[in-house]
């Protein structure tokens, strides 16, 4: 026990998505071998569950979702201080804005080995070009101090490549795990889902799961749903974020209030699943959503976007329906095809169930884990190189100026 290799999981917020991601990651690896400790901004909903599970976590004061000049600066402090006395022999980040602020703290202070996941990327064709660009060139110079990539699809990972943020010999595709305990749809699952979300009786239900901001556009879904113009949806949304305000505005605007509750952050996600016929996703960019996966496998037939590494698994005509980002009237049809044909959507959803079987398990990430992380112990006589360095000092340089 002694000898356990120390692992340091760096997330921005512990909660459903990447944090489910790498909480089930870190519980599915074996404990006499691996010693993982969470560290995460506080109030993530997903730190009581990992300490119940035995995880030691530490609540970051400084980390905040969003830029902040000067709550980034005290972050890195926060994580240099936790990471200088030496104890953790892997940092291993995730997403955009720990995998910042973790990797810079991990090289400042030379950890051993240092592995960064993307859930996607925090550059998108919605945004300027000039933004787009310097979020490219952070993660390159990032990528200069990372020793292992890991990418939630191929599509994800093909992306790293072709931009030159992950060289092609140390990225590696891994399933984002979900809960094996998700229960398939049922006519009893279906009746309890509808009654603790108060859905009304004879309407068909349309659902999503994420957080209410910028990248899930959920103004498209309210939008879709309006353009079906049919008085029998009933539309779900699970999930809460900085939008909730002006989804609600946007909802009583369009005159869809009696058919639109939003039951903000759950944490039994899989238990409300059975209630929907459709579950919707109206996404500008992703890497590969954990609730998609969730749908298929309970059974509900999927309209999403066609982004990032989504196609991977809602195959159009065969698992799932997919529409472009931002085409509302496509989602809006893509919808009612499948309301309007239940034998085409539970056919769909079947195929989908057949087809992630066996797949995006905490059991397949666990290996993947395990296995990137003794790569990296196996390699480190070849880990620090003046490259490296020079990577190491300019980003120095540039959080130092921050401050």
Request: charged residues 25%; positive net charge.
């Amino acid at each position: 026990m002694a000898n356990r290799l120390q692992v340091a999981q760096v997330v921005t917020r512990f909660v459903a998505g990447a944090g489910g991601v790498a909480l089930r990651g870190a519980l599915a690896l074996d404990r006499d071998s691996y010693e993982v400790t969470i560290l995460a901004a506080d109030g993530g909903s997903l730190l009581t569950d990992a300490e119940r599970a035995g995880l030691e976590v530490v609540r970051l004061r400084h980390m905040v979702p969003d830029f902040d000049v000067r709550a980034d600066a005290r972050a890195l402090r926060e994580l240099t201080g936790l990471f200088s006395d030496g104890r953790f022999d892997v940092v291993h980040t995730h997403s955009a804005k720990a995998g910042a602020i973790g990797r810079v703290a991990a090289r400042l202070v030379r950890i051993p080995a240092v592995v960064h996941t993307f859930h996607g990327f925090p550059f998108h064709e919605f945004q300027s070009p000039l933004r787009r660009g310097a979020y490219v060139a952070l993660e390159r110079r990032l990528a200069r101090f990372t020793d292992r990539f890991l990418a939630v699809g191929s599509a994800v990972a093909g992306e790293a490549v072709r931009r030159g943020i992950a060289p092609a010999d140390r990225i590696r595709v891994i399933d984002s795990a979900v809960a094996g305990d998700i229960p398939p749809v049922s006519r009893a699952a279906r009746f309890e889902a509808r009654r603790l979300l108060r859905v009304p009786p004879g309407m068909r239900v349309v659902g999503s799961v994420g957080r209410l901001d910028y990248q899930k556009a959920p103004g498209d879904l309210i939008a879709a749903i309006a353009a079906l113009d049919r008085a029998d949806v009933f539309v779900v949304w699970i999930g809460d974020g900085p939008l909730r305000q002006e989804v609600a505005r946007d909802v009583a605007r369009r005159g869809l209030t009696d058919r639109f509750v939003s039951v903000g952050e759950h944490k039994d996600v899989p238990a409300l699943l059975p209630a929907f016929d459709v579950f919707a996703m109206s996404s500008l960019y992703e890497g590969l959503p954990c609730a998609v996966v969730e749908a298929m496998r309970c059974g509900v037939p999927v309209v999403a976007t066609a982004v990032n590494a989504v196609p991977e698994v809602v195959i159009p005509g065969r698992t799932g329906l997919l529409v472009g980002p931002r085409d509302v009237r496509g989602l809006a049809r893509a919808i009612d095809s499948l309301l309007r044909n239940p034998c085409e959507a539970t056919r769909l959803a079947a195929a989908a169930r057949e087809h992630i079987d066996g797949r995006f398990t905490p059991e397949a990430l666990g290996v993947d884990l395990a296995e990137t992380y003794d790569e990296m112990q196996s390699d480190l006589a070849a880990r620090v190189n003046p490259a490296r360095r020079r990577g190491i000092g300019a980003v120095s340089a540039a959080v130092r100026s921050l401050t």
